[in-house]
C-alpha cells in the first residue's frame, strides 16, 4: 500500500517514524511543510524537513524531538560569544545540513533535488518531498505585529496572541516535482498529528495540493493533534483559543473537512465522534499519544489496518 | 614603538605572540597574507587571519598552531558522512569565525571590516589587517600543473614539484585601508618568519606594499623562516630546493634585499653573516626556534631591542 503522508516537525515524525516500522519504507511518501525554513546567518535552514530525515535516518534527538542525538552546541557558543543571536539551538552535526543545503541550493539545486541527496546520504528509503520548492515562509499576525514565523514561535517562545497567519507568495508557488504525481497514485492519505494551522495548513494552501486531495480516489485519513483540549506539544491548543475556535479534535476535523474520509481521534475524546461524523467524516478511536516506539508503531498499524480496509470495503 | 608586522600562518603568528608580551599590544599592527584564502561549501576561509586572531585571542591550539583549542570536529565528521571532502580540518568552533566572516562579508562588510570586528569580539588590542579586501588567490605552478593553493597545501600535502606562483589579479589589488598608512607611520617594521614566497610573497606583491616598505624611514627587519637549511615548518625549504634556490637565510635575506635594513638569521647560521652583510644588510645572530612561550618573548624582546637601538643610533 503506497502511502503519503503530510507532516510538520516533531508531531508528524512521529506518526511517520511509526509507519516504516508497519509498511515497507519505499512505500511512505512523505510531504513536508516548508512554511517554517529560514535563512539564518545565510544558512538555509528547513526545520521540519531536518526534524523528519533526522527522524527517519534514526538519529534524531529523543528528548527534543529535534535536532540530531548527542549532538554538541559548540559552533553556537562561539556564534553567542561573537554577539550573534542564537535563540534558534542548532547543533554542530545539524549545522552540516546546513551548509550542505545553502552549498548546493547556492549551486542552483532545487530544494527537493537537495533533499532527495540528504536522503540517499542518510539512508532514507521513504520519499520525503517539500511541500514546494519555493520560499513561502510564514508570517504570524500577532497583537504586537507581524512576526517572522520563527521570530514568533522561537524567539518569543509564541508569547504573543495569534491573530491569523499569512504564507507569503504562497499563490505564486507550485507544489514541488512529484507532490501531485504522489497523491494522484497513492493508496491512501495520512494527514498526521502536525498543527494544523502551521504545519498542515501551509502544505494544503499551495495551490493544487488540496484539490488534488479532494479528487484523489484513495482514502485521507488525519489523526487529531489535540487530545482532551490540550495539544501533545507545542502551541496548537493555545492558537485555536487565541483564534476563537474550539479547542477540540472536532475543530482539527472541521478544517479537513472537505478533503477528509476518517479522522482518528483519542479514545478520551470519544465523545466527539457523533460530532465528527455529521461533518461526514467516518470518525475511530485509538490510543494516539505516541511516547514510545511501541504506542508509534500500534497506532501506525492501527492507520495502515483503518486504510486497507477501507479500500477493500468495496 | 609603534611596530608593524608581516606575518602568514602559524610561524608569524609565533613571532605576534611574542611581540604583545614585550610591547603594548595595541602598538602592534599585523599585515596577514590572505592568499591561502578560499571558499569551502559556501563559507569563506581565511586561515592565516585565523590563525593569527586565535593565537592573539589567546585561544589558538598551541599542538597545531592553527584552530581553536579543545575543539571539537562534529559538524565536520557529518559532512564526511554527507560525502563532501573534509580534507581541510575545520572545527566546530573554528566554523563560527567562517559563517560569521561569510555572512557579514554577504551583506556587504569588507573583509577588514569583519577583521575588525573579529579582532573586537575577540578581545584584541593589536590591529590585524588582511593585506587587502580584494581576492588574490594563490595558485601553485606545479609539474602536474596550476593548483589552488590549498589543494596544493593541503590535500595534496606539498607532494607535486612546485615551479611557481602565480597571486591571481593581484595588479588590480589595492592594500587595504590602513595598510599603507600604518607601514608610513611606522617606527619599526618586522618581517615575521613566515614563508617568504607563499606567505609574505603575497603581501609584497600587493601594488604599493614593496614600495612602501622601501620608501619608509622606519627600520625593516625579518627574522629567518630557515634555520640550518631547514624550515621550522611547512614546505619553505622543499620549495627552495625545488625552484632550484640555495635553502638558507641568505637566499631569503636576498628577497627582502631592497627593503631590508637588519636580517636575524639562527645562532647555528652564524657563518652566513658576511654573505648577507654583503647584500647591505645588518646581520645579527640568536636563537630563533619559537617552541616555548619563553623563546617567543626572548626572541620578540630581542628584535624590539635591536630595532630601539636602530632608530636611536643617530
Not at 495540493?209 to 507545542?234: D, F, N, S, W
Amino acid at each position: 500500500m503506497k502511502i503519503v503522508a503530510l507532516a510538520g516537525g516533531v508531531g508528524g515524525a512521529k506518526l511517520l517514524s511509526g509507519l516504516v516500522l508497519v509498511i515497507p519504507p519505499g512505500d511512505l511518501t512523505a510531504i513536508i511543510n516548508i512554511g517554517d525554513d529560514f535563512e539564518w546567518l545565510g544558512l538555509y535552514v528547513c526545520p521540519d524537513l531536518d526534524t523528519v530525515l533526522y527522524t527517519l535516518a534514526g538519529i534524531a534527538n529523543p528528548e527534543t524531538g529535534w535536532g540530531i542525538a548527542g549532538d554538541t552546541f559548540h559552533a553556537l557558543e562561539r556564534l553567542k560569544d561573537l554577539g550573534l543571536h542564537t535563540w534558534f539551538k542548532l547543533g554542530d552535526r545539524d549545522l552540516a545540513t546546513h551548509v550542505y543545503r545553502t552549498h548546493f541550493l547556492s549551486l542552483g539545486c532545487s530544494l527537493s533535488q537537495v533533499t532527495r541527496s540528504l536522503c540517499e546520504l542518510n539512508g532514507i528509503a521513504s520519499r520525503v518531498l517539500p511541500t514546494t520548492d519555493m520560499q513561502v515562509p510564514t508570517r504570524v499576525q500577532t497583537d504586537e505585529g507581524v512576526l517572522d514565523f520563527q521570530d514568533y514561535f522561537v524567539r518569543r517562545k509564541c508569547a504573543p496572541c495569534v491573530r491569523g497567519f499569512v504564507f507569503e507568495n504562497v499563490e505564486q508557488a507550485k507544489p514541488a516535482p512529484g507532490v501531485l504525481e504522489a497523491i494522484a497514485s497513492a493508496d491512501a492519505v495520512v494527514i498526521c498529528p502536525s498543527n494544523p494551522l502551521i504545519s498542515i495548513g501551509p502544505i494544503l494552501a499551495v495551490p493544487g495540493i488540496r484539490a488534488a486531495l479532494r479528487a484523489c480516489t484513495a482514502p485521507v485519513l488525519a489523526v487529531t493533534p489535540i487530545i482532551a483540549g490540550q495539544a501533545v506539544k507545542g502551541p496548537t491548543a493555545e492558537m485555536f483559543a487565541q483564534l476563537k475556535m474550539e479547542v477540540s479534535a472536532w475543530a482539527v476535523a472541521g478544517l479537513y473537512q472537505d478533503i477528509l474520509d476518517v479522522f482518528v481521534l483519542d479514545e478520551a475524546d470519544r465523545d466527539l465522534a457523533g460530532r465528527i461524523s455529521s461533518l461526514g467524516v467516518e470518525a475511530i478511536t485509538a490510543p494516539t499519544l505516541m511516547d514510545s516506539l511501541e504506542s508509534k508503531a500500534a497506532l501506525a498499524g492501527l492507520v495502515v489496518r483503518k486504510l486497507e480496509q477501507w479500500i477493500h470495503k468495496d
